[in-house]
């Protein structure tokens, strides 16, 4: 093989290996942020669940104190 083969080769196989690796990059990265939007989903729910929680004792502790001043 000549010398302008061997270049061309080289560079070719090197900007197809950069191809592949943006490829792989660029459905990793969509994985990720999905996987982020599924945590970001349940991180809300958790905390909708702990304030519906705080409220009922909340509730819980007004009822009882009325209870006892009404007695």
């Not at 290996?17 to 989903?41: E, K, P, V």
């Amino acid at each position: 093989m000549t010398l302008k083969q061997q270049l061309t080769y080289g560079f070719g196989s090197i900007i197809l290996l950069l191809l592949i690796t943006s490829a792989i990059s660029i459905f990793r990265f969509s994985d990720t942020s999905q996987g982020f939007n599924t945590y970001r989903n349940l991180a809300l729910a958790s905390v909708n669940s702990g304030r519906i929680q705080a409220n009922l004792l909340e509730a819980r502790l007004a009822v009882n104190k009325y209870i006892k001043t009404q007695q």
